[in-house]
């Protein structure tokens, strides 16, 4: 007997990683011409036979169950680590009383090809694929031959149960044989009306074509139907000593037609694409086959394709030896079965070892050609936008071609599956739009709704600090982490908005959604790189396809979406707090340019661009000697771009429907919590080829920034009570505001990401001190200044009061009117807690709900949509002076810092977009006309 054992290969966490060969691929490559214990009769495409095959492979049975079994699905192992005491199926099922869903049926009906053919064999050589084996040693061979448990030293209640488990067993496999059936039925449907059809003057196929995709199903479905109906009464008449290994032993008998079938199996399935492609009459019957569906469900009959149930029976061979393997493993050495089954089991490892011992040379050349090594350059998680809808993708950039595949949904105890949606070669790959008409619409999703997202986030985060800090069971906290897992792949799913699209050679476009310039020129950076090393194109035949598609699942070097729950415990959380930036300068261009940085970091698992410098114009070492103020939530990682500015719309290429800038280099910078802490400037410099950026940071925990400060100034306005700067200038809205919100109405209401985008923190200081000094010439040189900075000169005006514009002590009512669920008592309760307002509070707010309403009207223009303004504002008018202050919670929850400040920030948002959402605000007098403009000099 021949044993064939493939190591796995342990790749490197980072590419490139080579595939050298196809060892372990859970896919079918090459077939063979040879069988044991049983005659081949020979295919209809006999010429062609030397060029397909299909890789099967052997169980080798140590002891009770050795690793390395063959083939075994993901369903196998699943079943298998949820074993009790031997029990093979759902172990919800042994509760039920109902026969188990046996592992030898891993068929899935309803689903796509790829999907189908994930379960394609593979060897697992790990200890942990066989939990009965984990606490023993290999041991030697000589167990082969028993194909017992240990029978002889089994005690009589060991025995019983092993019996009954007999029973179970052979239940599931009745089971799995009825829902085969199903797929073979449903293959031969269409069989009889193509034949019929063949003879008329307009066939659908001939009939040669009808011979070589239906090769051997008939005789197949024969087969198992003589199979099934002998073990049906068996079974239901059952009796320990009943016996049923002749069945087993006449099945094995006739492994002759599956090695027909497995020979014939790709020409098959390349002659059903070429006739699909050919007739759509045809491609219409092979996408929709009905299959009888065995479960208890409304709709009896499931939808599948001919592709699909094709590779139902070389799915079904390939795991032939479990099934003997686990029957017999509950079989006693002296029950009459037992010289049947190890007979049937001898037969089956001889049939899948002669086909490995003469693909095995062959293997290799099924995805390397010509001696060359496909390699893993770079792999990920993106979105995708399939017809309007998101979907999260993991794609795959190898030395010659770009994959999208799609991860199936990972089931406890089940590996990473992967079904392929579509490659590219990179030959064929370009980022150019051919159809210049082409200006896809990328659906946005509002604000409202990404915000709603986070608040359920740090909600569900505060829960699991909670049930951590009263220790209480470990499935309310599985459960917790299970929704935040929902949420957080929701919220990544949906706030990309920024297009990037590839397109092949016949002009199909894919358009991926990414959140950050900075991956988009990563990935584009790339892929022309490799670009430059591939010449020619090519196309993959399904089967090579399906083998890469399974390598991913090795080959991958990004394992899990960022989503909170896949953090290690010991991960930081991030830093939360404002960091402040200043980009002096850069070095290392090679020609004179129009030159300008923009500044990222990432926020609940995606990035963020949240400043940018000034257009330094015609130089070769630009020295902006700006500096920032970032907001940080949980970040980790800063990202500058610097970017040449793009006047002549026709100097650069148009990619993704737009005119971008040129990306002139970019680099990043990891935000290390202990090396901030210090409150003294630290100075870096970023390396992005070629270029130099030099830095400086320094980070201020949200704890500290957000104080507000008691007023201890008399003169000024900034830190200054509200009522004493009314009062001093005799007016009803400071001059301040009136003087900002004049300049930004007059100049900035379609500027993009007015009050998001951080103004030059040098020049929010200078405009700064002259309201502080009552600088007669400060509406001048507003006029110069850049819009972003008066802006921020507004938004840090609100932030430095000694109390919020909504007073410390209505604060609390505030938070509790905001969470009110009647609509009714809401509105009465917010727009009577505005009215108790002091007058200069009022009138100030009412001022700039005006004026933000008027921001909001040119929404289309400068993207700042009723809830961007309050995002922005919220915190900034809300924000209670003592630093302890919580909205209204249980005293006994146990939350983190973070999470309670964004609760609390999350809260002070919705209060303003209330607001912001109401029609008109009354005022005490009803008199709104004049008051607001009204100065007494």
């Given amino acids: 007997m021949t044993f064939l054992l493939v190591n796995q290969a342990t790749f490197p966490p980072a590419p490139p990683a080579?595939?050298?060969?196809?060892?372990?691929?859970?896919?079918?490559?090459?077939?063979?011409?040879?069988?044991?214990?049983?005659?081949?009769?020979?295919?209809?495409?006999s010429q062609k036979r030397h060029k397909h095959h299909v890789t099967v492979q052997e169980a080798t049975i140590v002891g009770l169950r050795k690793p390395g079994q063959i083939w075994a699905t993901e369903a196998d192992l699943a079943r298998r680590n949820t074993a009790v005491d031997g029990f093979h199926g759902d172990p919800e099922t042994i509760y039920n009383n109902m026969p188990p869903t046996y592992s030898y049926d891993a068929d899935r009906i309803g689903e796509d090809p790829t999907r189908n053919r994930e379960t394609m064999p593979y060897i697992d050589d790990s200890p942990s694929s066989s939990p009965q084996l984990s606490s023993k040693s290999r041991g030697s061979r000589d167990t082969v031959s028993s194909g017992s448990l240990e029978s002889s030293k089994s005690s009589e209640p060991d025995l019983e149960k092993g019996l009954e488990m007999r029973k179970w067993v052979l239940s599931g496999i009745l089971a799995s044989e009825e829902t085969y059936?199903?797929?073979?039925?449903a293959l031969l449907l269409p069989m009889k009306p193509l034949k019929a059809a063949a003879t008329t003057s307009q066939p659908v196929l001939t009939n040669q074509q009808i011979e070589t995709i239906f090769f051997k199903v008939p005789e197949l479905y024969e087969i198992h139907k003589e199979f099934y109906d002998g073990l049906l009464p068996r079974v239901q008449q059952w009796s320990h000593h009943q016996c049923v290994g002749d069945l087993f032993q006449k099945l094995a008998s006739q492994l002759g037609v599956y090695r027909a079938f497995v020979d014939n199996y790709e020409v098959a399935v390349e002659t059903a694409e070429k006739c699909c492609q050919a007739n759509t009459q045809f491609s219409e019957i092979s996408e929709n086959l009905k299959i009888r569906n065995t479960k208890d469900v409304k709709d009896q009959n499931?939808?599948?394709?001919?592709?699909?149930?094709?590779?139902?029976?070389?799915?079904?061979?390939?795991?032939?030896?479990?099934?003997?393997?686990?029957?017999?493993?509950?079989?006693?050495?002296?029950?009459?079965?037992?010289p049947l089954l190890q007979d049937a089991l001898r037969i089956s490892q001889n049939f899948l070892s002669s086909i490995n011992e003469e693909i095995t040379p062959r293997r290799q050349s099924m995805t390397v050609k010509k001696g060359e090594h496909r390699q893993l350059i770079k792999d990920?998680?993106?979105?995708?936008?399939?017809?309007?809808?998101?979907?999260?993708?993991?794609?795959?950039?190898?030395?010659?071609?770009?994959?999208?595949?799609?991860?199936?949904?990972?089931?406890?105890?089940?590996?990473?599956?992967?079904?392929?949606?579509?490659?590219?070669?990179?030959?064929?790959?370009?980022?150019?739009?051919?159809?210049?008409?082409?200006?896809?619409?990328i659906p946005l999703v509002p604000d409202e709704e990404l915000d709603t997202m986070k608040i359920k986030i740090s909600h569900i985060k505060n829960e699991i600090q909670r049930e951590k800090r009263a220790n209480k069971g470990s499935k309310v906290i599985e459960r917790l982490k299970k929704k935040l897992s929902e949420q957080e792949s929701l919220l990544l799913l949906m706030s990309p908005s920024m297009a990037f699209r590839v397109h092949n050679r016949h002009g199909k476009s894919y358009t991926f959604l990414i959140s950050s310039d900075y991956e988009r020129a990563e990935w584009r950076e790339i892929i022309r790189e490799q670009q430059k090393k591939c010449f020619k194109s090519f196309s993959l035949t399904t089967v090579e396809l399906q083998m890469l598609t399974n390598s991913c699942v090795k080959l991958q070097t990004v394992h899990n979406i960022p989503l909170t729950i896949n953090?290690?415990?010991?991960?930081?959380?991030?830093?939360?707090?404002?960091?402040n930036v200043i980009v002096h300068s850069a070095t290392g261009f090679k020609q004179i340019s129009n030159l300008y940085c923009t500044l990222e970091v990432d926020s609940f698992g995606y990035f963020v661009n949240k400043a940018k410098t000034r257009v330094y114009r015609d130089t070769l070492e630009p020295n902006w000697n700006e500096e920032f103020e970032i907001e940080l939530e949980g970040s980790q990682t800063l990202r500058i771009l610097s970017y040449e500015k793009c006047y002549n719309k026709t100097k650069f290429p148009k990619e993704d429907a737009e005119i971008t800038d040129n990306i002139m280099g970019k680099g990043q910078i990891q935000l290390e919590p202990q090396a901030l802490q210090d409150k003294d400037w630290q100075r870096t410099v970023i390396g992005m080829n070629g270029i130099e950026v030099k830095l400086s940071m320094k980070f201020t925990s949200r704890e500290f920034s957000l104080k507000r400060l008691p007023s201890r100034k008399q003169t000024g306005v900034f830190g200054v009570s509200i009522a004493v700067v009314t009062k001093r200038e005799r007016s009803k809205v400071p001059y301040i505001v009136r003087q900002c919100v004049e300049e930004i109405e007059r100049r900035g209401l379609e500027e993009i990401g007015i009050y998001r985008v951080s103004g030059v923190a040098t020049d929010i200081q200078t405009l700064k001190a002259s309201f502080d000094t009552n600088n007669k010439d400060v509406s001048v040189m507003m006029s110069e200044m850049d819009v972003n900075a008066i802006a921020g000169t507004l938004k840090l005006?609100?932030?430095?009061?000694?109390?919020?514009?909504?007073?410390?002590?209505?604060?609390?009512?505030?938070?509790?009117g905001i969470a009110l669920s009647d609509p009714v008592a809401k509105e009465s309760c917010m727009l009577n807690l505005l009215l108790s307002l002091p007058e200069p509070n009022f009138t100030t707010f009412s001022f700039l709900l005006d004026h933000l309403k008027r921001v909001a009207e040119k929404e289309q223009i400068n993207k700042m949509s009723l809830h961007n303004l309050a995002t922005v504002f919220g915190p900034t008018l809300l924000r209670p002076s003592d630093k302890d202050s919580k909205i209204p919670t249980n005293p006994t929850q146990a939350i983190t810092m973070a999470d309670s400040w964004s609760l609390e920030v999350m809260s002070q948002v919705q209060v303003l977009l209330y607001f912001l959402q109401l029609e008109t605000i009354p005022t005490p007098d009803s008199k709104r006309q004049s008051i607001l403009?009204?100065?007494?000099?």
Avoid at 21 to 45: A, G, I, M, V
Avoid at 181 to 185: C, M, P, V, Y
Avoid at 799 to 808: C, G, K, M, V
């Fill in 380 to 441: 990920g998680f993106l979105v995708e936008l399939v017809e309007g809808a998101r979907k999260i993708r993991h794609v795959f950039l190898f030395s010659d071609l770009f994959l999208c595949a799609k991860m199936k949904k990972q089931i406890a105890g089940k590996s990473q599956q992967y079904d392929c949606k579509w490659y590219i070669p990179l030959a064929d790959l370009s980022f150019q739009n051919l159809d210049e008409t082409d200006s896809s619409y």
């Fill in 18 to 45: 080579t595939i050298f060969s196809e060892k372990k691929s859970r896919s079918p490559s090459q077939n063979s011409q040879q069988s044991f214990d049983s005659s081949s009769p020979p295919t209809p495409q």
């Fill in 567 to 579: 953090k290690e415990d010991d991960e930081s959380p991030g830093l939360y707090g404002f960091l």
């Fill in 181 to 185: 059936l199903n797929h073979l039925k």
């Fill in 797 to 816: 005006y609100f932030r430095e009061l000694p109390a919020p514009l909504f007073t410390d002590e209505l604060y609390p009512n505030f938070a509790e």
């Fill in 933 to 937: 403009f009204s100065t007494e000099v």
């Fill in 302 to 338: 499931t939808k599948n394709s001919l592709e699909a149930l094709l590779y139902k029976p070389v799915d079904r061979v390939t795991r032939s030896t479990l099934v003997l393997h686990d029957l017999l493993k509950h079989t006693p050495v002296n029950h009459l079965d037992h």
